[in-house]
């Protein structure tokens, strides 16, 4: 009797064995998909963040510069500015912009954005529009931001939203 337990202690049962593994791979599997679901969240806010910060910056690079080179045309465009000074936009500059923006909408996107798709609105509170350029997709995510100016003496509301 001695001489057989001496030989089971060192011997791995199998049915041990697979039992362990299936708690281990039962406790393991849903950690993969926790951790691909953080993953892909994180890549989602990263996304998200680059676009909100995209739309402040051009909203502010419409209002407060003149753009490059500074006189502008659909031509010759590098950086697009809308303003004659800052908060008061140029609105011979805003037209350029806005048939620029219906003519070839890809080419704005790229020149304006930086490929992100886009709607930009330009009103006075008086409700005349000024223009207005791409659409805002019914079941995507945008980030708008609104920024008032001066436009023909009045006070205008520049909308632009980034489409994510």
């Keep these: 009797m001695i001489r057989t337990r001496e030989r089971r202690k060192a011997q ?13 791979l039962l406790a393991l599997i849903p950690l993969f998909f926790v951790w691909d679901h953080m993953n892909v969240q994180n890549q989602q806010d990263a996304y998200f ?3 909100e910060n995209a739309a ?15 006189g502008w045309s659909d031509a010759n465009v590098e950086v697009v500015g809308l303003a004659s000074e800052e908060g008061a936009l140029n609105m011979t500059k805003v037209a350029s912009l806005m048939s620029m923006g219906s003519s ?10 930086g490929g992100f798709d886009f709607f930009l609105n330009i009103t006075d509170l008086n409700g005349t529009s000024y223009g207005t350029i791409g659409s805002k ?21 520049l909308e632009l939203a980034i489409v994510v």
């Design 49 to 51: 963040n680059e676009a």
């Design 104 to 113: 070839d909408y890809n080419r704005t996107r790229a020149i304006l954005t």
């Design 56 to 70: 402040l910056s051009i909203s502010d690079a419409l209002l407060r510069t003149k753009g490059l080179p500074e």
């Design 12 to 24: 791995v049962w199998s049915l041990d064995f697979v039992v362990s593994m299936v708690i281990f």
């Design 137 to 157: 997709p019914e079941g995507r995510m945008v980030v708008p931001v609104e920024r008032y100016c001066i436009a023909n003496e009045r006070i205008a509301k």
